[in-house]
């Protein structure tokens, strides 16, 4: 008899103890990663009058910068904008503008805060009526 009270016991003491086991902490969810700092780039074709807007985020703040890579037909001036999204053609605001034939230096830099922001480009009366490639590369922090 009393092998089995302390069979009996041995249970009961190691089930309470398993239940004083917890924690006062609750679970939380991992938080989603930040975005990444990179270079962000898209080819559209941009039609006469038309404007091409891209949105980024920047993870940090820091300086975005915005390059009208390539044209084709090569040589096509172009406006070049950086921003905030928007209710405007395209999709976004465009704060910050340059006029700027292609090249590989950037042509518009901004200063920006973490968040959500737009880069294009835009017809500024030099596309045919065919239209025109276009290349942007936007790096940002």
Same mark, same amino acid.
């Given at each position: ?8 016991? +041995?249970?009961?003491?190691?089930? +309470?103890?398993?239940?004083? @086991? @917890? !924690? ?5 969810? =991992? !938080? =989603? ?8 780039? $898209?080819?559209?074709?941009? +039609? =006469? ?5 891209h949105? $980024? ?14 044209t ?12 905030? =999204? ?14 700027? $034939?292609?090249? !590989? ?9 973490? @968040?959500?922001?737009?880069? @294009?480009?835009f ?5 045919g ?13």
């Amino acid at each position: 008899m009393r092998r089995i009270l302390s069979l009996t016991a +041995a249970c009961l003491l190691t089930l +309470a103890v398993a239940g004083c @086991g @917890g !924690s006062d902490s609750a679970a939380t969810a =991992p !938080s =989603p990663p930040a975005p990444a700092a990179g270079t962000e780039s $898209f080819t559209v074709t941009l +039609a =006469p009058g038309g404007t091409a807007v891209h949105l $980024f985020t920047a993870s940090a703040t820091g300086t975005v910068s915005v390059t009208l890579t390539t044209t084709s037909p090569a040589s096509t001036l172009l406006g070049l904008g950086i921003g905030i =999204p928007g209710a405007n053609i395209g999709g976004g605001d465009l704060t910050k503008t340059v006029q700027a $034939f292609p090249g !590989s230096a950037a042509q518009l830099t901004a200063s920006v805060e973490a @968040g959500t922001y737009c880069a @294009g480009a835009f017809d500024v009366g030099g596309v045919g009526r065919n239209g025109v490639l276009v290349t942007v590369s936007v790096a940002h922090p």
